[in-house]
Nanobody, 121 residues
Framework: QVQLVESGGGLVQPGGSLRLSCVAS????????MGWYRQGPGKQRELVAT???????NYADSVKGRFTISRDNAKNTVYLQMNSLKPEDTAVYYC???????????????WGQGTQVTVSS
């Protein structure tokens, strides 16, 4: 059984910072791409940032220069450092991992349960 668990969300004032973490655990053989998505009130889920095992990171235009994604492969963990937060960044943030477990022959996409980020004064 594979699980992704996010942490680090909360309430922050505009201009503030938060750091999200997501740990993948269970019977994991390999992880390729990890990433963060978000879903704001009344909006569809959208990509925030992705990071492959060894390659170029990708960011939504709306977060470029403010958010930084990183990962620790030894810990199966992905991070999202969010700076200069704006009210429009308010959303539930979801962690995603494309990974293969020991019981699978092909990779599958796994999602975390989400963590709420609220940017408000």
């Amino acid at each position: 059984q594979v699980q992704l668990v996010e942490s680090g969300g909360g309430l922050v004032q505009p201009g503030g910072s938060l750091r999200l973490s997501c740990v993948a655990s269970g019977s994991i053989f390999s992880i390729s791409v990890m990433g963060w998505y978000r879903q704001g009130p009344g909006k569809q889920r959208e990509l925030v940032a992705t990071i492959p095992t060894g390659g170029t990171t990708n960011y939504a235009d709306s977060v470029k220069g403010r958010f930084t994604i990183s990962r620790d492969n030894a810990k199966n963990t992905v991070y999202l450092q969010m700076n200069s937060l704006k009210p429009e960044d308010t959303a539930v943030y979801y962690c995603k991992a494309d990974l293969r477990s020991y019981s699978d022959y092909v990779a599958s996409r796994y999602w975390g349960q989400g963590t709420q980020v609220t940017v408000s004064s």
